[in-house]
């Protein structure tokens, strides 16, 4: 509605304005006409649904969403957007499912599982990617106390990042001695954070734990006992000394720095560099009944991504989700991350430009292989239980990420002027295969079953096919 009520504003006084001239000078008021005209190049839609309610969970990274609303992008193609918080990535899934939600910013790995199987099952569609990293891993003030002399420092005297898991192998030693077992949070069975924080642990040869048709809590010879904790109770369940350690995207590593009960040993970043987060989640029913509405979501959420991305908009973009309908951390919290900084140890803040991606290195492009990556967790954590061939991976994810509909998004807002065409990726929907990992890894999508075999817990192979 800003947008609307911004251009109306100074639109209706210049007609006014004209008219009482009369016919004296047409001129004028064939440039009002103009004026009015060139306030908007979006070639709008035949929308279906103008009317939607979009779903998110209190994070930085829902941010598109929040910009699409305030900056007028929705209104823009027509749509009328009503954005609200949920409780938990469960109610979230839910919720779209059951079409009280007509879409959400939802975790990367729901509607893959919802595919392919594993947890509540529906036919769900991703067009749109909404950012790259963004996620922590922080431990108690505890743990790093005792983490801290295995890591090493450098001229400065402040520790050498990337920080491994390695330094934290002797800590879970002293626990495991003393009778404790000990315990870390992680957001959802399907999330980013599981995985990121799994693979984190077993490049150091720490056993995060198997899930079976009988253990759903994936705790089969675990080394550390990984739960579930919504992300915004992540600190107060740290504080409270429930986990010792969590894995979960902003603001909550930066609000356990700002409370001074934790400290973030790593980021995703450096778990595997510029990995794809959240992603925009509607129901393939919803695609069916309204393919343009669908398309005209995606170019909202496009042109919000190159908002946040563009210099000098991060400032604002934390004000806006300071806000209480939003994400609602204080702005000091949530610009710790956004504007190019994330504070490790207190005191201890460094540049890190990459932390939120929303749409540089086709951040906001569904890549058939970064949905692929998740299915190789899944099978590499027990979660897909059995064996599959390499076309099983390619089928499946193809049915559930969406470039055609990203592309012809994208194609109307070069059109229009939005973005320019350089901006849409000239793929097969599949990136170079990519060593970015912490262990060295090379994933390459098009050989999943190869992938998969080369994963390794310590020196034991983990041989799944």
């Keep these: 509605m800003k947008s609307l009520i911004k251009k109306s504003t100074w639109i209706l006084p210049v007609a006014v304005l004209l008219f009482s001239c009369g016919n004296k000078d047409k001129k004028?008021?064939?440039?009002?006409?103009?004026?009015?005209?060139?306030?908007?190049?979006?070639?709008?839609?035949?929308?279906?649904?103008?009317?939607?309610?979009?779903?998110?969970?209190?994070?930085?990274?829902?941010?598109?969403?929040?910009?699409?609303?305030?900056?007028?992008?929705?209104?823009?193609?027509?749509?009328?957007?009503?954005?609200?918080?949920?409780?938990?990535?469960?109610?979230?899934?839910?919720?779209?499912?059951?079409?009280?939600?007509?879409?959400?910013?939802?975790?990367?790995?729901?509607?893959?599982?919802?595919?392919?199987g594993f947890g509540r099952q529906a036919k769900l569609v991703t067009p749109f990617s909404m950012d790259l990293n963004g996620n922590g891993i922080t431990v108690s003030n505890d743990v790093w106390s005792k983490m801290k002399p295995n890591v090493p420092v450098g001229e400065d005297g402040k520790p050498i990042h990337p920080i491994k898991a390695d330094a934290l192998k002797p800590v879970i030693s002293e626990y495991k001695n003393s009778g404790k077992a000990f315990k870390m949070g992680m957001v959802f069975p399907v999330s980013t954070h599981n995985y990121e924080i799994r693979y984190w642990l077993a490049a150091a040869g720490i056993h995060p734990g198997m899930y079976t048709a009988d253990n759903v809590q994936g705790q089969i010879d675990a080394e550390v006992l990984l739960s579930v904790t919504p992300p915004p109770q992540m600190p107060a369940t740290l504080e409270a000394?429930?986990?010792?350690?969590?894995?979960?995207?902003?603001?909550?590593?930066?609000?356990?720095?700002?409370?001074?009960?934790?400290?973030?040993?790593?980021?995703?970043?450096?778990?595997?560099?510029?990995?794809?987060?959240?992603?925009?989640?509607?129901?393939?029913?919803?695609?069916?009944?309204?393919?343009?509405?669908?398309?005209?979501?995606?170019?909202?959420?496009?042109?919000?991504?190159?908002?946040?991305?563009?210099?000098?908009?991060?400032a604002e973009a934390v004000k806006i989700l300071s806000m209480s309908q939003y994400v609602g951390a204080d702005e000091a919290v949530l610009a710790n991350s956004m504007t190019g900084t994330f504070e490790f140890e207190k005191g201890d803040k460094r540049e890190m430009p990459d932390f939120n991606v929303f749409y540089k290195y086709n951040a906001t492009y569904p890549f058939y292989s970064d949905g692929i990556w998740f299915l190789t967790q899944m099978r590499r954590w027990g979660q897909i239980p059995e064996a599959k061939p390499a076309e099983w991976y390619a089928e499946t994810i193809k049915d559930i990420y969406r470039p055609d509909i990203w592309e012809k998004a994208a194609k109307l807002l070069v059109e229009e002027g939005h973005i320019p065409a350089t901006d849409i990726p000239v793929t097969d929907g599949y990136k170079a295969p990519t060593s970015d990992f912490i262990d060295g890894t090379t994933y390459d999508a098009k050989d999943p079953i190869s992938y998969i075999n080369s994963f390794k817990i310590g020196n034991k192979d983990k041989a799944l096919q």
Aim: aromatic content about 10%; glycine content about 8%.
């Design 241 to 314: 000394g429930t986990i010792y350690g969590y894995c979960v995207g902003e603001p909550w590593n930066q609000q356990a720095v700002f409370k001074g009960i934790g400290v973030p040993v790593t980021t995703n970043y450096d778990i595997w560099k510029n990995n794809p987060e959240k992603v925009f989640v509607m129901t393939q029913k919803f695609i069916d009944e309204n393919p343009n509405t669908a398309i005209a979501v995606t170019k909202a959420l496009i042109r919000a991504g190159k908002w946040l991305d563009e210099p000098g908009n991060r």
């Design 28 to 116: 004028q008021a064939t440039l009002a006409e103009n004026v009015a005209t060139e306030t908007s190049k979006t070639k709008t839609l035949e929308i279906e649904k103008p009317q939607l309610t979009f779903g998110f969970i209190k994070l930085t990274d829902m941010a598109p969403l929040a910009i699409a609303k305030e900056k007028g992008f929705f209104e823009d193609e027509g749509l009328f957007v009503s954005v609200e918080a949920q409780s938990n990535w469960k109610n979230v899934l839910d919720r779209v499912i059951d079409g009280q939600l007509d879409g959400s910013h939802m975790l990367a790995g729901q509607p893959i599982a919802a595919g392919a």
